[in-house]
C-alpha cells in the first residue's frame, strides 16, 4: 500500500475542485442561456398572448369587471358634471371608486353564490 503525501493529495484536491468548478460553470451558462431565451421578446409576446387568450375565455370575470368600472365612470360624470371646483372632482372619484368596488365585489359574491 502506497503511502500519500501531503503535496500528492492537496494535488489530486485540487484537481477534484478544477473539475467540479468547470461542470459548475457549464451548468452556470446553460442556465443564463434558459434565462437569456425566456427573456427575449419573442417569447415575451408568446406569454403575453396566452395570458390575454385565457382571460378572454373567463368572459364572465371579464364582463363584470367592464360593468363595474362602466358604473363607476358614469357615476363620476353624474356626481361631477362639467364643474370645475376640485372638491367636486375628488368626490367623483372617490363615489368612481367606491362604486366600482362594490359592484366588482357584489358580482363576485353572486357568481361564487351561482356555483
Not at 419573442?42 to 403575453?48: D, I, K, Q, R
Not at 368600472?69 to 372617490?94: E, Q, R
Amino acid at each position: 500500500m502506497k503511502i500519500i503525501s501531503q503535496t500528492e493529495l492537496l494535488d489530486i484536491k485540487i484537481l477534484e475542485l478544477k473539475k467540479k468548478q468547470q461542470i459548475e460553470l457549464q451548468e452556470l451558462k446553460d442556465q443564463f442561456g434558459v434565462v437569456k431565451e425566456s427573456f427575449s421578446p419573442s417569447s415575451l409576446m408568446v406569454e403575453g398572448i396566452t395570458g390575454l387568450y385565457n382571460t378572454a375565455f373567463n368572459k364572465v370575470n371579464l364582463m363584470n369587471l367592464a360593468t363595474s368600472v362602466a358604473s363607476g365612470f358614469i357615476s363620476k360624470k353624474l356626481v361631477v358634471g362639467n364643474s370645475d371646483s376640485t372638491f367636486k372632482k375628488i368626490l367623483g372619484s372617490v363615489v368612481q371608486f367606491s362604486l366600482t368596488n362594490f359592484l366588482s365585489k357584489f358580482k363576485k359574491n353572486k357568481h361564487e353564490e351561482d356555483n
